[in-house]
């Protein structure tokens, strides 16, 4: 890897790790006081509409982001086209969805939804402000700035949510905490990017980038009824409580699995986009033993003390979120390593490629969904996440066609670090097991995981580890 791509894509892990802890460890901390003080039902109103607004979000994105990070020379004039293109279509699906609204109330039996809704659909208004901003932010690798803006909405939107929770706002607080953080980070996304918005409006930059943007944009909205069907399905079929058990279980995982594909994620794409061709496969590689070191002990680990995790944070209300938790949390390990995959693909320009694999696995998980809700919850989420592993093989066989990467890399690459997190598992959990103190055998779980995890790789002599070990003495170094 080119040494200037090294450093660069190595200040972005860095930054993007520490805004990504940070920011989710605030989510913990707030998620945490927020789940104590609010009903499971107050948390399945609110994700009954999730869907919703995550496909209007990603209607008025459009793709835009990842065409201009593609794009070799981009200009005001592209931003411009972006930022108006973005705005105006989400201006008009706020007003459908202000509109239609009563008849998503009267889908799930629950008027409440309608006063919900129209505010909690505000999010994607303003995102909409801030699409062509967070592009510029993203092309420059500018992840200092952008975490920077993600901290702080965080830690505002936070505030807000618990002030209304504590004075009976219930799930008011919840969707004033998501509005809130959109706006915020718009507000900042405008303050660090050199780009201001012109009433000298071309729209030509959108239609050159729309063949590769659109194939993006339906990307992302299969990809989004994929992770969102269960809400749709269980709020339908079942009850409120239902949603919220699931609900809960999904965002602890999902804050796990956004720590670390978030902070990899934003070098990715850039990175792979501006390796020569020559180099690509070296770089892939690397990426991908970096992500597999993260995510497996991270994930697996999670997976292993959501019992001990769930009863010590948020109570015993919501003890059936754990083993939703454990499984889920399977898949997690392995989200970070698919999302290499799909930003691999983008990075060549195969927006059809992606899209083709996320539309099969949206399409099967549905129907295998559909003729299992009948069985409860967990038989669904076990084959939720088991059809996410094996439609991993569709971008496999495209990665493949764009780098070389055969399976024996892939083998290569991930198993020491997948056979070092099992046996660290195995040992966490033999050893808690003689305790009945969950404090304990939370604290014990966590020490002998980490533990046999860095001697595994340390007698494997891992080059990420050594790697990573370096740097960090690096940034001491230099700080001293």
């Keep these: 890897m080119d040494e200037n791509l090294k450093n660069t894509a190595a200040k972005g892990l860095f930054w993007g790790g520490i805004s990504n802890v940070t920011q989710q460890l605030l989510n913990l901390c707030f998620g945490i006081f927020l789940a104590r003080l609010l009903d499971v039902s107050d948390y399945g109103m609110v994700g009954m509409l999730t869907i919703f607004s995550a496909l209007a979000n990603a209607i008025q994105e459009g793709g835009f982001r990842s065409a201009i990070t593609n794009k070799k020379d981009v200009t005001d004039t592209d931003y411009n086209a972006v930022f108006w293109t973005s705005s105006g279509i989400g201006v008009l699906l706020y007003l459908t969805l202000f509109f239609t609204v009563?008849?998503?109330?009267?889908?799930?039996n629950t008027p409440e939804l309608v006063g919900l809704g129209r505010f909690m659909f505000l999010s994607f208004l303003f995102s909409s402000l801030g699409t062509a901003h967070n592009a510029y932010l993203f092309k420059n690798l500018k992840v200092k700035e952008m975490s920077k803006s993600t901290l702080t909405a965080s830690l505002i939107s936070g505030i807000v949510a618990l002030t209304m929770a504590f004075n009976g706002l219930a799930y008011w607080g919840?969707?004033?905490?998501?509005?809130v953080y959109v706006f915020v980070t718009t507000v900042m996304f405008w303050f660090f990017s050199l780009f201001r918005p012109s009433f000298n409006i071309s729209l030509k930059p959108v239609v050159e980038m729309l063949p590769f943007s659109i194939k993006l944009l339906i990307t992302i909205i299969f990809q989004i009824l994929n992770d969102n069907f269960f809400n749709v399905l269980l709020g339908r079929f079942y009850s409120k409580h239902d949603v919220g058990i699931y609900t809960q279980a999904y965002k602890w995982t999902n804050i796990g699995t956004q720590t670390i594909s978030l902070a990899i994620e934003n070098v990715m794409q850039?990175?792979?986009a501006k390796s020569d061709k020559s180099r690509l496969l070296q770089v892939f590689n690397k990426l991908m033993q970096t992500t597999v070191f993260i995510s497996f002990p991270c994930m697996f680990g999670l997976g292993l003390i959501a019992p001990e995790f769930i009863e010590i944070t948020i109570e015993n209300k919501w003890a059936e979120s754990a083993d939703l938790m454990t499984i889920l949390c399977i898949w997690g390990g392995f989200f970070p390593f698919a999302k290499l995959f799909q930003k691999q693909i983008l990075s060549s320009g195969q927006s059809g490629a992606l899209m083709f694999c996320v539309i099969v696995t949206c399409i099967l998980q549905i129907i295998v969904v559909c003729f299992s809700f009948e069985y409860g919850i967990k038989v669904m989420t076990s084959i939720y996440v088991a059809v996410n592993l094996l439609c991993m093989g569709f971008l496999y066989y495209f990665v493949h066609r764009i780098n070389g990467v055969t399976i024996k890399d892939i083998f290569v690459n991930i198993m020491p670090f997948f056979v070092s997190v099992l046996i660290a598992l195995f040992a966490a959990y033999f050893a808690s097991s003689v305790f009945s103190n969950i404090y304990v055998k939370l604290v014990i779980k966590i020490i002998v995981t980490a533990s046999v995890y860095f001697l595994m790789l340390k007698l494997m002599k891992s080059v990420?580890?050594?790697?990573?070990?370096?740097?960090?003495?690096?940034?001491?170094?230099?700080?001293?």
């Excluded at 919840?174 to 509005?179: D, E, L, S, T």
């Excluded at 990420?464 to 001293?480: A, G, N, R």
């Design 174 to 179: 919840i969707a004033a905490m998501n509005v």
């Design 270 to 272: 850039p990175v792979l």
């Design 102 to 108: 009563p008849y998503i109330a009267d889908f799930y």
């Design 464 to 480: 990420v580890l050594t790697e990573s070990l370096e740097f960090v003495k690096s940034l001491i170094v230099k700080k001293k």
